[in-house]
């Protein structure tokens, strides 16, 4: 086995069961991409197991940090029954959850999402990759599901040194797919729709939405960045008179508004908007618009913290014109899904949002990812998404 030397002092993060060294952090050693290491500290001192990635930042990813534990098929198979156990157990209504969520499973790099009886994988790290076939076996044998789809499409990929790889790892058959959802059927595209075809982290947040909707009447809501509408759909549920939604793909908002009729909702209900989001919101204030409820879920801006500057300043100017655009009492449903947007940034980038606005807000809620999308306490880069519920409230001069 080949080791990995920190630097003095390099291995606080570790003793803290952080599962990340950056390659700043080494004093010497090397291994090929996916290789299992020993990593130690500067004295000798044995750390943890760690899969290499020689073109990353994050240079070791920790798979273990019993320096007893075996590296190999059964424990990977270990760790993948521990995670969709856990999922069975937290009961989920839907038939579309997260079965493995990454470094919060203890599987560096891996994501998968279950779609009734199929399986979306996305191998994101060095180590996941070189294990690619073991795990896509031992998920097939775990679920009992017949098909295992690969996204493994993301730009992180890239920062590994890896290709792009996409297709049927297992199985075979049509990639356009329906889920239900808290009682609701949403059609996906698990080939072309983003992430593995859908936003399931936001499961949660859209029953919430429904729910403000049932109890507080909205007769018109806007849904930004809307994707397929599952928002949409949720408003329409919970009773809104029509909703608008806004999205710059064609082929999203088409998906869309078949999710509307697949529900059953009148046609007239909605209006799908292919459009700047931006655009659109100014010229909704210009002609006087205003709307009960709009729902703000935008693209990550900030993938990480170098970009949390530029990034806020989208944030902000996006939230100040939702302000403007809700009716007195009206409710914002706002997000980020940005890494580099810590929750206490986000807070303050929505009071200052309002601020500008001239008007003031009451928090009714905090949002994040649904509950099949954890994060450990020793790895906080997991709570990537997080919202605010905010009425608006009589505004004043600022």
């Known amino acids: 086995m080949k080791t990995i030397r920190l630097k003095p002092g390099k291995d606080r993060s570790l003793l803290r069961r952080h599962p990340w060294v950056f390659d700043g952090a080494i004093a010497k050693g090397g291994a090929d991409a996916g290789e299992t290491v020993r990593v130690e500290s500067h004295e000798g001192q044995f750390l943890a197991w760690g899969a290499y990635s020689p073109a990353s930042r994050i240079r070791v990813r920790v798979w273990s940090f019993d320096e007893t534990q075996r590296m190999d098929a059964a424990f990977l198979r270990t760790l993948l029954a521990r995670a969709i156990a856990l999922r069975a157990r937290l009961g989920i209504q839907s038939d579309g959850l997260r079965l493995v969520h990454g470094e919060s499973d203890g599987l560096p790099g891996l994501i998968v999402d279950r779609y009734g009886d199929t399986l979306v994988a996305q191998f994101t790290a060095c180590g996941v990759e070189r294990w690619k076939n073991v795990l896509a076996d031992a998920l097939i044998e775990l679920t009992g599901c017949p098909r295992l789809y690969e996204r493994s499409d993301t730009s992180s990929r890239k920062l590994e040194g890896l290709a792009e790889a996409t297709g049927w790892l297992r199985g075979c058959g049509d990639t356009a797919l329906v889920l239900n959802e808290h009682g609701w059927r949403l059609g996906l595209d698990i080939a072309h729709g983003h992430k593995t075809g859908y936003y399931l ?145 986000f807070h303050k980038i929505v009071a200052s949002a309002g601020l500008d606005a001239g008007v003031d807000g009451a928090i009714l809620q905090r949002l994040g990812g649904a509950c099949d999308h954890p994060m450990t306490v020793n790895f906080p880069e997991g709570e990537y998404l997080k919202g605010l519920v905010v009425m608006k409230n009589t505004g004043f001069n600022p």
């Open 201 to 345: 982290d936001q499961r949660d947040s859209r029953q919430v939405c429904y729910q403000y909707t049932q109890r507080l009447g909205f007769a018109q809501v806007l849904n930004c960045f809307s994707y397929t509408g599952g928002f949409t759909v949720a408003a329409l549920a919970g009773g809104a008179g029509h909703v608008t939604s806004i999205d710059s793909s064609g082929p999203a908002l088409e998906q869309a508004a078949a999710n509307v009729a697949l529900n059953g909702f009148e046609a007239t209900r909605a209006t799908f908007m292919d459009a700047d989001v931006n655009a659109s919101l100014r010229r909704f204030i210009s002609e006087g618009r205003q709307f009960d409820a709009i729902v703000l879920d935008p693209p990550k801006l900030a993938p990480t913290a170098a970009h949390a500057e530029r990034a806020a300043r989208a944030y902000k100017d996006i939230n100040r014109l939702a302000f403007k655009l809700l009716t007195p009492g009206g409710v914002l449903f706002t997000f980020s899904c940005s890494g580099g947007i810590g929750v206490e940034l």
